[in-house]
């Protein structure tokens, strides 16, 4: 079957949302018709309670197919007929039918961008619903890191990353170096992950993350963090320059607040749910990397 791509000349890629409903509506035509008379109908069999359709071994569920009549009937005047019924329940027969070849021809590991469309899923599915932070929970993390959140504050460091394939031994010994005031030598990782040059404090967390963000925060010029395990790897920071800001008062930092904790928590949530998982499943590594 070959799915004609449906966008007018010189437009960008849909949405999920469109797609849908794009998908929903192609061949609305030819589709009604042949259900108006039947030709659609397949052979029935028993379903499990809440079950629509099952293709293959894979529930269609009555949900799924109430939010999709729902979103094709809302560009309709008159009320969902027999004949859009079943034309809506044959096109998501027809796109599980897809999704099952993708998966089991591996185009789904192999496209760059359904595997990140996939770990992005992923990643909303582990986190799921997040508990609002308290008054109190925002204005102690405001408080802990009031650096982050300073005007004008700018910082230079030099940070050294450690994957998982590096040793402790080999962190520690890097951090000796750097707390002796000795340069970065050519055993070290490359410090090419932060730039060199001086930075907006609040823009390191985009660099290193807001755990090592918040670690640099604390430590004054000159001096060294600890190895910091984020990130699936070990973080070693040196501090070069800070240029202290003004800090505005909680009420005005509010939002910056709230998006900087709710980010950090979700960092490490991600994180210990990643680190499980190494734990259950062989990773082999090619050493040195090429």
Known sequence: MV?????????????PRQRARLWLACGAAIGLGLAAHGMLRGPTSPVPPGVVAMVGDVPITTEEYARALAAVASDRRNAPDRALQRHVLDRLIDEELLVQAALQSGLAVRDPALRGQIASAMIDAVLGPRAAPTEEELRAHYTANTSLFARNGRVRVEA???????????????????????????????????????????????????????????????????????????????????????????????????????????????????????????????????
């Not at 799915?3 to 949405?15: K, M, S, T, W």
């Open 3 to 15: 799915v004609a791509d449906l966008r007018p000349p010189g437009e960008g890629v849909i949405g």
């Open 160 to 290: 050294l990353w450690f994957d998982k394939g590096d040793t402790r031994a080999r962190a520690a010994a890097a951090r000796a170096r750097l707390l002796a005031g000795q340069p970065v030598t050519d055993a070290d990782p490359p410090a090419l992950v932060a730039p060199t040059a001086s930075i907006p404090q609040v823009k390191l967390t985009d660099y290193l993350g807001p755990v090592v963000a918040q670690a640099v925060a604390t430590t004054p010029v000159g001096g060294v963090t600890e190895a910091i395990e984020a990130s699936g790897g070990r973080w070693v920071v040196r501090v070069l320059e800070r240029k202290d800001g003004e800090v505005p008062a909680f009420e005005v930092v509010r939002e910056q607040v709230l998006a900087d904790l709710r980010r950090a928590r979700d960092d490490e949530a991600l994180r210990r749910w990643l680190d499980r998982r190494r734990l259950d499943t062989r990773v082999a590594v090619r050493e040195p990397l090429p």
